[in-house]
């Protein structure tokens, strides 16, 4: 869309592909500007019927000037696992934290991989779709 450039990789792939990424002398892709959750069980109206929780991450070759997106799907739904980046860039230590925190997206090998926003004793994952919002929390009334 709008010529931005989306590779999908698999998760079995993303880690050495990210790494290619970030070193191949060809690409250099030596920042990564961001890191989110998605949830795509609503996607297209409910017509998506691929896997549901994946990691899209931006990436920015300053010696190049080039910019690219990469997703890459959690192959299980129940328990989404995608390995961490967060040794090749360390800005995406805070960024996976978030995903996990807000749509509980696991990233094997993160160093520290424990909620950043909300209260550790917070029960779900509020930016997943289905995400039941309680009534009240701790007695405090949500209007």
């Known amino acids: 869309a709008l010529g931005e450039i989306t590779l999908v990789i698999k998760a079995d792939h993303y880690l050495s592909a990210m790494q290619i990424l970030r070193d191949h002398a060809d690409l ?22 691929s896997s549901r929780f994946a990691a899209v991450v931006h990436l920015l070759s300053v010696s190049k000037n080039w910019r690219v997106r990469v997703r890459t799907f959690a192959p299980d739904d129940d328990m989404p696992l995608i390995p961490s980046v967060s040794e090749l860039w360390s800005a995406a ?30 029960d779900g994952y509020p930016l997943r779709k289905d995400y ?12």
């Open 28 to 49: 250099r892709f030596e920042q990564l500007v961001d890191l989110c959750g998605m949830d795509y069980s609503t996607y297209g109206d409910g017509a998506w019927s």
């Open 93 to 122: 230590n805070w960024y996976e934290r978030e995903a996990f925190d807000l749509f509980g997206i696991h990233f094997e090998g993160h160093p520290d991989l424990r909620r950043i926003l909300l209260p550790d004793d917070w």
């Open 132 to 143: 039941q919002a309680a009534e009240e929390y701790k007695g405090i009334k949500i209007n």
